[in-house]
Protein backbone atom coordinates (compact mmCIF):
# COMPACT_ATOMS: atom_id res chain seq x y z
CA UNK A 1 0.00 0.00 0.00
CA UNK A 2 0.90 4.01 -0.67
CA UNK A 3 -0.24 7.28 0.62
CA UNK A 4 -1.01 9.00 -2.77
CA UNK A 5 -2.88 11.78 -1.76
CA UNK A 6 -4.37 13.85 1.17
CA UNK A 7 -6.94 16.59 1.61
CA UNK A 8 -9.28 18.75 3.68
CA UNK A 9 -12.55 17.80 4.05
CA UNK A 10 -14.57 20.47 6.11
CA UNK A 11 -13.32 23.90 7.34
CA UNK A 12 -9.84 24.93 8.08
CA UNK A 13 -11.13 28.28 9.13
CA UNK A 14 -10.03 27.44 12.77
CA UNK A 15 -6.59 25.99 11.98
CA UNK A 16 -5.47 29.08 9.67
CA UNK A 17 -6.38 31.52 12.51
CA UNK A 18 -4.42 29.44 14.59
CA UNK A 19 -1.64 29.61 12.72
CA UNK A 20 -1.79 33.39 11.73
CA UNK A 21 -1.53 33.75 15.56
CA UNK A 22 1.53 31.41 16.22
CA UNK A 23 -0.48 28.89 18.10
CA UNK A 24 1.29 25.64 19.66
CA UNK A 25 -1.08 23.35 17.21
CA UNK A 26 1.15 20.38 18.31
CA UNK A 27 0.99 20.49 22.04
CA UNK A 28 -2.67 22.78 22.55
CA UNK A 29 -4.91 19.58 22.84
CA UNK A 30 -8.02 22.04 23.92
CA UNK A 31 -7.49 24.19 21.09
CA UNK A 32 -7.00 20.67 18.52
CA UNK A 33 -9.80 19.02 20.00
CA UNK A 34 -12.26 22.51 18.66
CA UNK A 35 -10.50 22.33 15.38
CA UNK A 36 -10.83 18.40 15.20
CA UNK A 37 -14.51 19.20 15.29
CA UNK A 38 -14.91 21.24 11.57
CA UNK A 39 -11.64 19.49 9.96
CA UNK A 40 -10.20 16.35 8.75
CA UNK A 41 -8.68 14.82 6.15
CA UNK A 42 -9.44 12.52 2.87
CA UNK A 43 -6.17 10.28 2.67
CA UNK A 44 -6.36 8.06 -0.60
CA UNK A 45 -3.90 4.62 -0.66
CA UNK A 46 -3.30 2.96 -3.69
CA UNK A 47 -2.12 -0.95 -3.94
CA UNK A 48 -5.22 -2.00 -1.79
CA UNK A 49 -6.34 -5.60 -2.76
CA UNK A 50 -9.85 -6.47 -2.71
CA UNK A 51 -9.95 -8.76 0.76
CA UNK A 52 -7.92 -5.58 2.33
CA UNK A 53 -10.75 -3.57 0.63
CA UNK A 54 -13.38 -5.69 2.41
CA UNK A 55 -11.40 -5.12 5.50
CA UNK A 56 -11.37 -1.49 5.37
CA UNK A 57 -15.00 -1.93 4.87
CA UNK A 58 -15.83 -3.30 7.91
CA UNK A 59 -14.11 -0.18 10.18
CA UNK A 60 -15.45 2.54 7.44
CA UNK A 61 -18.17 1.27 6.40
CA UNK A 62 -19.93 4.28 3.82
CA UNK A 63 -17.11 6.50 4.90
CA UNK A 64 -15.11 4.28 2.60
CA UNK A 65 -14.53 5.18 -0.88
CA UNK A 66 -13.10 3.14 -4.27
CA UNK A 67 -11.29 6.14 -6.13
CA UNK A 68 -9.89 3.71 -9.04
CA UNK A 69 -10.38 -0.16 -9.90
CA UNK A 70 -7.62 -1.82 -12.18
CA UNK A 71 -7.31 -4.61 -14.11
CA UNK A 72 -6.87 -8.33 -12.60
CA UNK A 73 -3.19 -9.35 -12.92
CA UNK A 74 -0.81 -11.50 -10.79
CA UNK A 75 1.75 -9.02 -9.18
CA UNK A 76 4.88 -8.40 -9.80
CA UNK A 77 7.75 -11.12 -9.17
CA UNK A 78 9.27 -8.77 -6.26
CA UNK A 79 5.48 -7.84 -4.55
CA UNK A 80 5.17 -11.60 -4.84
CA UNK A 81 8.61 -12.35 -3.17
CA UNK A 82 7.76 -9.54 -0.31
CA UNK A 83 4.78 -11.80 0.40
CA UNK A 84 5.38 -15.32 -0.20
CA UNK A 85 9.25 -15.52 0.94
CA UNK A 86 10.89 -18.91 1.26
CA UNK A 87 10.94 -22.24 -0.31
CA UNK A 88 9.80 -25.56 0.74
CA UNK A 89 10.18 -29.37 -0.19
CA UNK A 90 6.93 -30.50 -1.59
CA UNK A 91 8.17 -33.78 -3.04
CA UNK A 92 8.80 -36.68 -0.02
CA UNK A 93 11.03 -38.56 -2.48
CA UNK A 94 13.63 -35.48 -3.25
CA UNK A 95 13.68 -33.06 -0.31
CA UNK A 96 16.48 -31.26 -1.83
CA UNK A 97 14.18 -30.33 -4.93
CA UNK A 98 12.62 -27.03 -2.92
CA UNK A 99 9.95 -24.87 -5.07
CA UNK A 100 9.17 -21.13 -3.85
CA UNK A 101 6.40 -20.65 -1.95
CA UNK A 102 5.65 -17.25 -4.28
CA UNK A 103 5.06 -19.75 -7.66
CA UNK A 104 2.94 -21.68 -5.24
CA UNK A 105 0.81 -19.11 -4.81
CA UNK A 106 1.03 -17.87 -8.50
CA UNK A 107 -0.20 -21.41 -9.52
CA UNK A 108 -3.18 -20.79 -7.69
CA UNK A 109 -4.03 -17.68 -8.80
CA UNK A 110 -3.45 -19.02 -12.41
CA UNK A 111 -6.18 -21.50 -11.82
CA UNK A 112 -8.78 -18.97 -10.82
CA UNK A 113 -7.74 -16.42 -13.72
CA UNK A 114 -8.15 -19.45 -16.70
CA UNK A 115 -11.16 -20.41 -15.20
CA UNK A 116 -12.59 -17.20 -15.55
CA UNK A 117 -11.23 -16.90 -18.84
CA UNK A 118 -13.17 -19.30 -19.93
CA UNK A 119 -16.32 -18.52 -17.99
CA UNK A 120 -16.46 -14.86 -19.92
CA UNK A 121 -16.87 -17.02 -23.61
CA UNK A 122 -19.86 -18.73 -21.75
CA UNK A 123 -21.97 -16.14 -20.15
CA UNK A 124 -24.88 -17.78 -21.36
CA UNK A 125 -24.01 -20.35 -18.50
CA UNK A 126 -22.82 -17.55 -16.23
CA UNK A 127 -23.83 -14.03 -15.31
CA UNK A 128 -20.84 -11.40 -15.29
CA UNK A 129 -21.83 -10.38 -12.19
CA UNK A 130 -20.64 -13.92 -10.99
CA UNK A 131 -17.61 -14.39 -13.28
CA UNK A 132 -15.53 -11.51 -11.89
CA UNK A 133 -16.46 -12.58 -8.11
CA UNK A 134 -13.85 -15.94 -9.15
CA UNK A 135 -10.74 -14.13 -9.37
CA UNK A 136 -8.12 -14.13 -6.72
CA UNK A 137 -8.81 -10.77 -4.59
CA UNK A 138 -5.34 -10.53 -4.24
CA UNK A 139 -4.84 -9.94 -8.22
CA UNK A 140 -7.55 -7.49 -7.57
CA UNK A 141 -6.24 -3.86 -7.03
CA UNK A 142 -7.96 -0.56 -6.27
CA UNK A 143 -6.88 2.64 -5.06
CA UNK A 144 -9.54 3.69 -1.39
CA UNK A 145 -9.91 6.99 0.03
CA UNK A 146 -10.36 6.46 4.14
CA UNK A 147 -11.07 9.57 6.46
CA UNK A 148 -8.83 10.63 9.05
CA UNK A 149 -9.57 13.34 11.74
CA UNK A 150 -7.35 16.14 12.83
CA UNK A 151 -6.33 14.73 15.91
CA UNK A 152 -5.35 11.86 14.39
CA UNK A 153 -3.10 13.40 11.89
CA UNK A 154 -1.49 16.33 14.89
CA UNK A 155 -0.67 13.78 17.48
CA UNK A 156 1.27 11.39 14.72
CA UNK A 157 3.90 13.61 13.99
CA UNK A 158 7.02 14.74 15.37
CA UNK A 159 7.08 18.11 17.10
CA UNK A 160 9.65 18.87 13.90
CA UNK A 161 7.45 17.75 11.40
CA UNK A 162 4.68 19.53 13.14
CA UNK A 163 6.72 22.84 12.08
CA UNK A 164 7.51 21.49 8.91
CA UNK A 165 3.46 20.78 8.12
CA UNK A 166 1.92 23.45 10.08
CA UNK A 167 2.91 26.82 9.26
CA UNK A 168 1.80 29.97 6.80
CA UNK A 169 2.53 27.23 3.74
CA UNK A 170 -0.22 25.28 4.93
CA UNK A 171 -2.09 23.41 3.46
CA UNK A 172 0.49 23.70 0.38
CA UNK A 173 2.54 21.61 2.85
CA UNK A 174 0.51 18.77 2.87
CA UNK A 175 2.08 17.66 -0.11
CA UNK A 176 5.41 17.31 1.52
CA UNK A 177 3.72 14.49 3.80
CA UNK A 178 2.54 12.08 0.62
CA UNK A 179 6.33 13.01 -1.03
CA UNK A 180 8.32 12.14 2.27
CA UNK A 181 9.46 8.77 2.05
CA UNK A 182 8.43 8.11 5.80
CA UNK A 183 7.21 10.29 8.22
CA UNK A 184 5.14 10.02 11.65
CA UNK A 185 1.65 10.27 9.43
CA UNK A 186 2.32 7.60 7.37
CA UNK A 187 3.89 5.34 9.47
CA UNK A 188 0.29 5.44 11.78
CA UNK A 189 -1.38 5.04 8.38
CA UNK A 190 0.53 2.17 7.61
CA UNK A 191 0.58 0.63 11.16
CA UNK A 192 -3.71 1.08 11.12
CA UNK A 193 -3.89 -0.23 7.50
CA UNK A 194 -2.08 -3.75 8.50
CA UNK A 195 -4.26 -3.98 11.70
CA UNK A 196 -7.37 -2.85 10.14
CA UNK A 197 -6.75 -5.11 7.06
CA UNK A 198 -5.83 -8.50 9.19
CA UNK A 199 -8.38 -11.54 9.08
CA UNK A 200 -10.71 -12.07 11.96
CA UNK A 201 -9.45 -14.45 14.14
CA UNK A 202 -11.77 -15.18 17.12
CA UNK A 203 -10.79 -17.56 19.95
CA UNK A 204 -12.22 -21.28 19.35
CA UNK A 205 -15.31 -20.74 22.29
CA UNK A 206 -16.56 -17.70 20.79
CA UNK A 207 -16.43 -18.89 17.25
CA UNK A 208 -18.14 -21.98 18.17
CA UNK A 209 -21.08 -19.84 20.05
CA UNK A 210 -21.29 -17.62 16.56
CA UNK A 211 -21.60 -21.15 14.56
CA UNK A 212 -24.30 -22.10 17.33
CA UNK A 213 -26.37 -19.21 18.31
CA UNK A 214 -26.01 -16.81 15.43
CA UNK A 215 -25.16 -18.80 12.41
CA UNK A 216 -26.78 -22.24 12.36
CA UNK A 217 -30.03 -21.27 10.84
CA UNK A 218 -28.39 -20.56 7.60
CA UNK A 219 -28.09 -24.49 7.33
CA UNK A 220 -31.76 -25.07 7.01
CA UNK A 221 -31.45 -22.17 3.85
CA UNK A 222 -31.65 -24.43 0.32
CA UNK A 223 -31.61 -22.60 -2.69
CA UNK A 224 -29.51 -21.63 -5.24
CA UNK A 225 -28.77 -17.97 -4.96
CA UNK A 226 -25.67 -15.75 -4.00
CA UNK A 227 -27.14 -14.92 -0.80
CA UNK A 228 -28.96 -16.98 2.48
CA UNK A 229 -30.63 -15.29 4.96
CA UNK A 230 -32.67 -16.13 8.17
CA UNK A 231 -34.59 -14.26 10.85
CA UNK A 232 -33.23 -14.40 14.02
CA UNK A 233 -35.66 -12.02 16.21
CA UNK A 234 -36.97 -8.51 16.07
CA UNK A 235 -37.60 -5.86 18.49
CA UNK A 236 -39.12 -2.21 18.77
CA UNK A 237 -38.16 0.97 21.43
CA UNK A 238 -40.43 1.45 23.89
CA UNK A 239 -40.83 5.66 24.39
CA UNK A 240 -42.17 5.57 27.79
CA UNK A 241 -39.89 3.27 29.56
CA UNK A 242 -36.73 3.63 27.51
CA UNK A 243 -36.19 0.17 27.23
CA UNK A 244 -36.67 -2.56 24.64
CA UNK A 245 -38.91 -5.12 23.88
CA UNK A 246 -37.48 -8.13 21.97
CA UNK A 247 -38.70 -11.25 20.09
CA UNK A 248 -35.84 -13.70 19.59
CA UNK A 249 -36.35 -16.94 18.02
CA UNK A 250 -32.84 -19.07 19.75
CA UNK A 251 -34.44 -20.89 22.36
CA UNK A 252 -37.48 -19.30 22.48
CA UNK A 253 -40.60 -21.12 23.25
CA UNK A 254 -43.47 -20.19 21.75
CA UNK A 255 -46.14 -18.49 24.12
CA UNK A 256 -42.95 -16.13 24.82
CA UNK A 257 -42.57 -15.80 20.96
CA UNK A 258 -46.56 -14.59 21.40
CA UNK A 259 -46.25 -12.38 23.90
CA UNK A 260 -43.57 -10.46 22.72
CA UNK A 261 -45.39 -10.03 19.26
CA UNK A 262 -48.39 -8.52 21.32
CA UNK A 263 -46.11 -6.29 23.24
CA UNK A 264 -44.33 -5.21 20.03
CA UNK A 265 -47.44 -4.41 18.37
CA UNK A 266 -48.68 -2.50 21.03
CA UNK A 267 -45.82 0.23 20.60
CA UNK A 268 -45.95 2.65 17.82
CA UNK A 269 -41.83 2.96 17.74
CA UNK A 270 -40.32 1.43 14.15
CA UNK A 271 -40.04 -2.10 13.76
CA UNK A 272 -36.04 -3.69 13.67
CA UNK A 273 -35.36 -7.00 12.32
CA UNK A 274 -32.29 -8.31 12.41
CA UNK A 275 -31.27 -11.33 10.33
CA UNK A 276 -27.90 -13.68 10.09
CA UNK A 277 -26.90 -13.14 6.20
CA UNK A 278 -24.08 -15.32 4.26
CA UNK A 279 -22.93 -12.92 1.04
CA UNK A 280 -20.38 -13.72 -1.17
CA UNK A 281 -17.24 -11.36 0.10
CA UNK A 282 -17.43 -9.28 -2.50
CA UNK A 283 -21.26 -8.08 -2.25
CA UNK A 284 -20.60 -8.12 1.56
CA UNK A 285 -18.10 -5.46 0.94
CA UNK A 286 -20.73 -3.24 -1.27
CA UNK A 287 -23.41 -3.73 1.68
CA UNK A 288 -20.73 -2.14 3.86
CA UNK A 289 -19.75 0.45 2.07
CA UNK A 290 -23.75 1.18 1.02
CA UNK A 291 -24.96 1.91 4.39
CA UNK A 292 -24.15 3.63 7.72
CA UNK A 293 -24.02 2.34 10.86
CA UNK A 294 -26.89 3.95 12.24
CA UNK A 295 -28.79 2.86 8.87
CA UNK A 296 -27.79 -1.28 9.11
CA UNK A 297 -25.74 -2.85 12.18
CA UNK A 298 -23.75 -5.23 10.70
CA UNK A 299 -22.34 -6.98 13.92
CA UNK A 300 -20.99 -10.98 14.61
CA UNK A 301 -18.71 -10.82 10.98
CA UNK A 302 -17.14 -14.18 9.79
CA UNK A 303 -13.85 -15.28 10.88
CA UNK A 304 -11.58 -16.05 8.54
CA UNK A 305 -11.83 -20.22 9.93
CA UNK A 306 -16.03 -19.64 9.25
CA UNK A 307 -15.33 -18.26 5.55
CA UNK A 308 -13.66 -20.94 4.58
CA UNK A 309 -15.99 -23.24 6.43
CA UNK A 310 -18.56 -21.94 4.23
CA UNK A 311 -16.82 -23.23 1.53
CA UNK A 312 -16.85 -22.89 -2.31
CA UNK A 313 -20.32 -22.99 -3.08
CA UNK A 314 -21.58 -22.19 -6.48
CA UNK A 315 -25.06 -22.81 -7.94
CA UNK A 316 -26.20 -19.93 -9.55
CA UNK A 317 -25.87 -21.26 -13.23
CA UNK A 318 -28.68 -20.10 -16.27
CA UNK A 319 -29.89 -23.73 -16.10
CA UNK A 320 -33.07 -24.88 -18.39
CA UNK A 321 -36.18 -24.65 -17.72
CA UNK A 322 -36.97 -27.48 -19.67
CA UNK A 323 -36.51 -31.53 -18.88
CA UNK A 324 -33.77 -32.99 -21.32
CA UNK A 325 -35.89 -36.27 -21.23
CA UNK A 326 -38.93 -34.69 -22.02
CA UNK A 327 -40.13 -36.70 -25.44
CA UNK A 328 -42.20 -33.82 -26.22
CA UNK A 329 -39.82 -31.68 -26.71
CA UNK A 330 -38.10 -31.05 -29.97
CA UNK A 331 -34.95 -33.52 -30.24
CA UNK A 332 -32.97 -30.78 -31.25
CA UNK A 333 -33.96 -28.65 -28.58
CA UNK A 334 -33.62 -31.34 -25.79
CA UNK A 335 -29.40 -32.18 -27.18
CA UNK A 336 -29.32 -28.43 -26.35
CA UNK A 337 -30.42 -28.65 -23.46
CA UNK A 338 -28.05 -31.91 -22.60
CA UNK A 339 -24.67 -30.11 -23.98
CA UNK A 340 -25.58 -26.61 -21.71
CA UNK A 341 -26.03 -29.38 -18.67
CA UNK A 342 -22.73 -30.82 -19.54
CA UNK A 343 -21.06 -27.50 -19.33
CA UNK A 344 -22.21 -26.47 -16.30
CA UNK A 345 -21.04 -29.85 -15.00
CA UNK A 346 -17.67 -29.53 -16.31
CA UNK A 347 -17.92 -26.22 -14.83
CA UNK A 348 -18.59 -27.40 -11.49
CA UNK A 349 -16.07 -30.01 -11.88
CA UNK A 350 -13.19 -27.31 -12.82
CA UNK A 351 -14.52 -24.83 -10.16
CA UNK A 352 -14.09 -27.60 -7.37
CA UNK A 353 -10.57 -28.59 -8.46
CA UNK A 354 -9.20 -25.03 -8.80
CA UNK A 355 -10.76 -24.73 -5.41
CA UNK A 356 -9.10 -27.95 -3.99
CA UNK A 357 -5.61 -26.50 -4.82
CA UNK A 358 -6.01 -23.57 -3.12
CA UNK A 359 -6.96 -25.30 -0.06
CA UNK A 360 -4.24 -27.56 -0.14
CA UNK A 361 -2.15 -24.44 -0.76
CA UNK A 362 -3.14 -22.28 1.99
CA UNK A 363 -1.60 -25.05 5.10
CA UNK A 364 1.99 -24.80 2.91
CA UNK A 365 1.52 -21.24 2.88
CA UNK A 366 1.47 -20.58 5.95
CA UNK A 367 2.63 -23.62 8.30
CA UNK A 368 6.24 -22.49 8.11
CA UNK A 369 8.84 -20.14 9.57
CA UNK A 370 9.11 -18.18 6.55
CA UNK A 371 7.83 -14.42 6.68
CA UNK A 372 4.71 -14.44 4.87
CA UNK A 373 2.37 -11.71 4.72
CA UNK A 374 -1.07 -14.05 6.56
CA UNK A 375 -3.30 -11.23 5.06
CA UNK A 376 -2.10 -12.18 1.52
CA UNK A 377 -2.38 -15.78 1.96
CA UNK A 378 -6.18 -15.74 2.46
CA UNK A 379 -6.21 -12.58 -0.78
CA UNK A 380 -5.53 -15.67 -2.98
CA UNK A 381 -9.12 -16.55 -2.35
CA UNK A 382 -11.57 -15.57 -4.90
CA UNK A 383 -14.59 -12.96 -3.67
CA UNK A 384 -17.14 -15.95 -4.03
CA UNK A 385 -16.11 -16.83 -0.85
CA UNK A 386 -19.07 -16.57 1.48
CA UNK A 387 -19.08 -14.63 4.60
CA UNK A 388 -21.56 -14.45 7.88
CA UNK A 389 -23.27 -11.59 9.38
CA UNK A 390 -26.19 -10.46 11.79
CA UNK A 391 -27.45 -7.69 10.13
CA UNK A 392 -30.83 -5.24 11.60
CA UNK A 393 -33.33 -3.78 9.13
CA UNK A 394 -35.51 -0.56 10.37
CA UNK A 395 -38.86 -1.42 8.31
CA UNK A 396 -39.77 2.47 8.14
CA UNK A 397 -36.46 2.34 6.09
CA UNK A 398 -37.22 -0.30 3.61
CA UNK A 399 -37.38 1.76 0.64
CA UNK A 400 -33.66 2.49 1.55
CA UNK A 401 -32.58 -1.35 1.06
CA UNK A 402 -34.61 -1.91 -1.65
CA UNK A 403 -33.63 1.14 -4.52
CA UNK A 404 -29.51 -0.86 -3.40
CA UNK A 405 -28.01 -0.21 -7.31
CA UNK A 406 -26.96 -3.97 -6.80
CA UNK A 407 -29.93 -5.96 -8.19
CA UNK A 408 -28.78 -9.34 -6.30
CA UNK A 409 -28.53 -7.00 -2.65
CA UNK A 410 -31.71 -5.24 -3.47
CA UNK A 411 -33.83 -8.40 -4.06
CA UNK A 412 -31.99 -9.71 -1.14
CA UNK A 413 -33.81 -6.84 0.94
CA UNK A 414 -37.05 -7.38 -0.68
CA UNK A 415 -37.12 -11.22 0.34
CA UNK A 416 -35.89 -10.10 3.93
CA UNK A 417 -38.60 -7.27 4.32
CA UNK A 418 -41.79 -9.71 2.81
CA UNK A 419 -40.27 -12.29 5.15
CA UNK A 420 -40.67 -10.06 8.51
CA UNK A 421 -43.87 -8.98 7.37
CA UNK A 422 -45.19 -12.58 6.84
CA UNK A 423 -43.91 -13.29 10.40
CA UNK A 424 -45.11 -10.95 12.33
CA UNK A 425 -48.53 -10.52 10.80
CA UNK A 426 -49.36 -14.64 11.10
CA UNK A 427 -48.23 -14.13 15.02
CA UNK A 428 -50.44 -11.25 14.94
CA UNK A 429 -53.48 -13.07 14.00
Request: hydrophobic content about 35%; aromatic content about 10%.
Amino acid sequence: MNITEIKESGSNNILLWALRNEADIKHDLELQSIINDELFYLVTISDVNLFETFRLSQMYRDKLRVLKTYPCEIPSTNEMLDSFNGSLSLDEDNPDNKTPLHEVAEHVMRNFINLVKQMENDDDIISRSSIIMFLPMLTRKVDVQIPVSFMDMITSISDEEAERYFNNNYPETLNTIVDEEMNGFKNIIKLGFVKGTSIIKYNKRYDQYLKVIKYNPLKTVDNSKLYKFSLLGFHKFDNISHGEVRCSFFNGRKENIVDSIQKINKLKSPLKVSFVIQLPINLMMQLNQSFSLEDLPIIYESSMSSIIDNELTFDDFVTPDDDPDDESLDEHYRNDIKNKLNEISAYRLRINEANKELLNAIPILLNNDFDINITHVFSLLPSIYRTNAVVTIDISKAELYTNHYNNIISDMFKEMLEFAKKVVDTNNS
